[in-house]
């Protein structure tokens, strides 16, 4: 057996040995945010090893499927060998990294997680000049809230997905065109809510309260005051009798699709393919009031030992051959420009709408509450991110 | 040359030989050996833990940073008894009763025909069917469980046809469930407990005119009641603790639930301290369970 594997299968051993253990009493990272580090001049050759942190899907190694494979010839041709290891949420890859500050060189963070990584001082600012497929990302996924900060890049934008409303098209008629059929404990489909279960959904409330109540004075969902977000709370609590699943699990929606335990509910255009795949009659849309979404980015660790591998690997990662072969076996919109034409299924770039802005100027990208406010105002203090973990506590309580 | 052998003095006895007869004439020494490795790792791994635990629960943890604040505060127990949180405690120690309660009133029969009526070949059959559930995995039986309860189920499905309807998913569902899965842990100990009843003193009873309710209630029942104390350890501090079951059929929220979503949302002081609730019941529990002489049913 291959020395890497046996590398990676002890890695997964002890992890799920240290999942199991509970709480460790190991310290807590040191939190001195990184002072702006020069960024390295250029990239030399590979340490030899990187250790990624990524959502499952984005970095294949032929171990899933051997035809599913951007990860060996990386390998091969930088001599930096990869042990990856996956997370679910973007709570648990905070969780995971925050934890053990030197283990992951690179991980592949949303936007609610990123923030919060730069925050934490864990992750350094990116040189995107030693990174060539920088040039050829969409330009409407650079410089944003949740990867730039004062200016300064810290990390490759990777792709992005859109969180839309999916019903079953044979129980639930009309057809919906607004999320405010999710928040209506008198409609006919009540209980058959299907709702993303974590904190960062109170923002897909926000973006229903900046319709139905301008009077709230929302601009952007995820810089809320008190009294935005306990309207956005009182929404939430009001939904939850109708709801008639959490889901974080995505096999866990598509089995209350299946089965009509949830007929409408907010998705993830891929869960929508393989249902339909499957057979089950659904149709998806993105409401006329905008969305929540989401856009990852690549980063690297501040302690990394491996900077010359990390810079290699962010370059690989997102460059057009490899970021399509991603996007198509996780479904996304790849980040890069230049890789939908090389996509296998020819429409696939439509089908995620990769090159519309227009239709991604109604996404609102997760990002990370903050207390000042991401939206500008500085007369008023907005809720943090432990806010809302609160907060979401209290909606699902009941 | 054999001679110079023979002359030499016998060989020192080896190391072996010599520590064996040291721990021999040291019986203190070697009961300590002995019981070292188990001891340590109960105290160690299983104390050890709890410890941490506790430890963990004075701490805060900045959300956003993800920084531990290691500053002593009582700020997480004081959350504890605000908010949601003394809610989802009745919620949690009603639903351990009612699943109690419900394998304990299953329990009662079954393990009384299976020690007093089945026929040995009967009652090998049933002891087998009770425990054979133990060896499903876990996940399975309760993702079976969604399969059944599904709006569009095998439960619905066969309801269907005289116009009923299954609980569907919800507490209903997590009570089911529940009572399902912990229902082996409370028939075990309840057979036995009717197993270890002399034949002689219900003959006893029956000869003193007793109708068999009589015997039940004044002599059967107070000798198996420990045994049901003793099942109901385990089915209300496994109901107390679990979290899947509910995450799995239900939007309700439990004490596992909360413990998890902290943790996941990378809260561990606020978990940590959580944690230590349904330890607490668990305790007091016990000791009213030993009271009742559950101990000695187990």
Redesign the interface.
Known sequence: MNKRYWAVTVAALLTAAACT?????T???T?TPVATPTPEPTVGEGEGQLSVLAWPGYVEDGSSDPAVDWVTPFETETGCQVTVQVFG?S??A??L???APERFDVVSASGDASL?LV??G?VQPVNVDLVPSYTEIFDDLKNKDYNTVDGVHYGIPHGRGANVLMWRTDLVQPAPTSWSEMFDPDSPYAGKYSVYDA?IYIADAAVVLMNTKPELGITNPYALDETQLAAAVDLLKAQ?PA????WLDYTKQI??FT???TTIGTTWQIIANVLQGAGVKVDVTLPAEGATGWSDTWMINSKTKNINCAYKFLDHITSAEVNIQIAEYFGEAPGNRESCKLAKNPNHCAIFHAAESDYWKKIWYWT?P?ADCLDGRTDVKCT???AW??A???I??? | MTMVTSELPPPPPGLGRRSAGWLHRRPAVRLGGLLALPIGWLVVVYLGSLAILLLNAFWTRDAFSGETIYVPTLRNFEELISGPYPRITLRTLVMAAAVTITCGLLALPIGYFMARVASPRIRNVLIVAAIVPLWASYLIKVYSWRLILAEEGILNWALGPLGLKGPGFGDVAVWLVFTYIWLPYMILPVYAGFERIPRSLLEASADLGARSWTTFRRIVLPLVFPALVAGSIFTFSLTLGDYIVPATVSTTIFIGNSIFANFGAGNFPLAAALSLVPLVIVLIYLLIARRLGAFTAL
Do not use: C, H, L, M
Not at chain 1, 243 to 246: A, C, P, Q, R
């Open positions: 253990a509970g709480p460790s009493p310290p807590g990272p939190a949420t709570d648990e905070f969780t990294y925050s934890t919060r925050a934490g864990f904190p939850k709801v008639g699943e959490y089995d209350s089965n009509g335990n990370t903050v943090d991110f432990a973990v609160k979401w506590q209290e699902k309580a009941g």
